[in-house]
């Protein structure tokens, strides 16, 4: 069973403050996506990584792949409060039909 | 943009009933996933279909059951409904077996079974 932890599981922040989440697995993956979920509502993708060492911006986030696409970091950039949710990640793997989700983690941006 | 829809975003069930959760995709994707959400517990696999009248067993199929007629849309029933199954459903969509298997999320449905 391939497994995806994340940490750390809950995070608390004063606006403009710099933070990293990570996504930590003894697995390979062929990919690996990060989403955004808002209370209420369902998953929204953000980014695939694909390629080991791979980085990706978007805007104020920061997403790498590890060199061995066992692992992946977030890094946010002066948090917002429109940050605040539950930051998921997900490996796919080629052999595997469904995707490994990581239990999340939970962040909070405080104005 | 993919929009996958569900049939409800709030459900009240009492002990025993039968139980329909209703997804529709509209970008003609294969894949379709249904999962529950739980506090502490993360997103977990019910079912899912690669194809029309397609299913496959996830995590936790136990206790549900799983319907795709149609390739946009992909129903998960609750035989007889119990209090264990109060939980937040997602629906999902991706669109094939290969590639990136990026996955594009209904809004939920939070069901409570009394």
């Known amino acids: 069973t391939q497994l995806l932890e994340q940490s750390p599981q809950f995070l608390s922040i004063q606006e403009g403050e710099n933070l990293t989440v990570y996504c930590n697995s003894s697995?390979?993956?062929?990919?690996l996506q990060w989403y955004r979920q808002e209370p209420g509502e369902g998953p929204v993708l953000l980014v695939t990584?694909?390629?080991?060492?791979e980085v990706k911006k978007l805007k104020r986030l920061t997403f790498q792949f590890g060199d061995a696409r066992k692992d992946s970091s977030l890094h946010i950039t002066a948090a917002q409060p429109g940050d605040t949710g539950l930051y998921l990640c997900a490996g796919v793997s080629t052999n595997a039909g469904k995707s490994t989700f990581g239990d999340g983690t939970t962040l909070t941006v405080k104005p | 943009d993919v929009k996958v829809t569900q049939s409800s975003r709030y459900l009240v069930k009492r002990t025993g009933e039968k139980v329909f959760l209703e997804c529709v995709q509209d970008m003609d994707h294969e894949n379709m996933f249904w999962y529950r959400q739980d506090p502490g517990l993360g997103l977990r696999l019910i079912y899912f279909s690669y194809d029309v009248k397609m299913k496959e067993k996830g995590d936790i199929p136990e206790g549900y059951s799983v319907s795709r007629e149609k390739k946009e849309r992909f129903s998960l029933i609750l035989e007889s409904a119990s209090t264990n199954q109060t939980s937040m459903y997602l629906c999902?969509?991706?669109?094939?077996?290969?590639?990136?298997?990026?996955?594009?999320f209904g809004p939920g449905t939070r069901l409570t079974v009394l």
């Open positions: 697995s390979v993956f062929s990919s």
């Open positions: 999902a969509s991706s669109l094939s077996r290969t590639g990136l298997r990026e996955q594009f």
């Open positions: 990584v694909v390629t080991g060492g």
